[in-house]
């Protein structure tokens, strides 16, 4: 019956339902596409996604060539897809295939210039890292509904995740610290740890050296850890993984992943309802560090940011603290809480 229905609406001249199909793409395009796909071996992924955004283009001069479009055009094509919603991250990647599009075509008929060269995307807002708050990073580490285990991959953990903490590190460079410096003909040390100093010496991005103080907390951590490490180090079987300072359970040098894995359970066995990176932890001692000293530079430094704008972000955080404390403490900011409440009866 129902196909009957179908066939009747047809018969009659009524709309089809059917979605329009997109625009077919133009000789020029075609053979961009398989240039890309059999001299530069860009991947069907890629290619498909090329498809896609050259279509976008012709969607918004539909009948044109598009061998033909000036960069007024082009720029107002462009416009249009952000005002229909496109998000700035998706805008990007499609004029990036305008402008590589446009490039080969100015090359081959020798075009003065490419139209879509200028074209810029809405700039991509810079997401705020996911920092733990105070008490969350206590639960964390204090653990109280699950106090830690006397063995040593225990107290491995435990020490990883309070340095992670005290210091603000890098995973990468957490997982390349060695016990003190050392230097032989296979292997030379590139950070390590200075307990009679209570620091660290730390070579993070572009070789960049940095000294990095040690809590309190993360001290007797790695105390406790490194009286136990000789069980793991007595399975080590090269000179990289006998100078690491945290070892994986066959005696080598603890891979990042590992890292990974052994903080999400401890988040979970903490009892906390968020997932936990090892990022999270550096982007806690910012934010931390900062909400008391209320020192850029000098988290700038302890971080190892080149530019003082990537640490910049942390007052962000900061400011989203200071709301939070502003709506629990001032007495006229939560007014429409305030005006909803009935009258007690």
Known sequence: MSGLKKQDRSLSGEPSEQPAAPPALSPAMQRWLHQLSHEKRYS??????????????????PGIDPDTLN??????????????GMAPRSLARIL?????????RTKELGWP???AASLKAPKIGRPLPKALSVDQTQQLLDRPSAPIQDDPVSWRNQAMFEL??????RLSELVSLDTHYHQDSQYQSK?????????????????KVR????????????????????????????????AALFLGA??????PRVVQQELENYARASGLPVHVHPHSLRHSFASHLLQSAQDLRAVQELLGHTNISTTQIYTRLDFQHLAQAYDQAHPRAQRKNRASDKPDE
Request: glycine share 6%; proline share 2%; hydrophobic share 40%.
């Open 191 to 207: 950070s390590w740890l200075l307990m009679d100093d209570r620091e660290l010496l730390v070579s993070g991005k572009g070789g």
């Open 44 to 61: 069907e992924h890629t290619l498909s996604a090329y498809r896609t955004d050259l279509r976008h283009l012709l969607a918004q001069h």
């Open 164 to 169: 992670f903490y005290s210091s603000g590190l």
């Open 250 to 255: 066959r005696g080598a040098r603890i891979h």
């Open 96 to 104: 990036a295939a305008w402008r590589g599009y446009y490039q080969s």
């Open 71 to 84: 960069q007024t055009q082009l720029r107002q094509a462009a416009a249009r897809l952000h005002a229909q």
């Open 211 to 242: 000294r990095l103080p040690i809590g309190e907390k993360a001290l007797n951590a790695l105390q406790q850890w490194l009286a136990k490490r000789t069980a793991l180090a007595s399975l080590a079987i090269s000179a990289d993984a006998s």
């Open 113 to 115: 210039l490419n139209p």
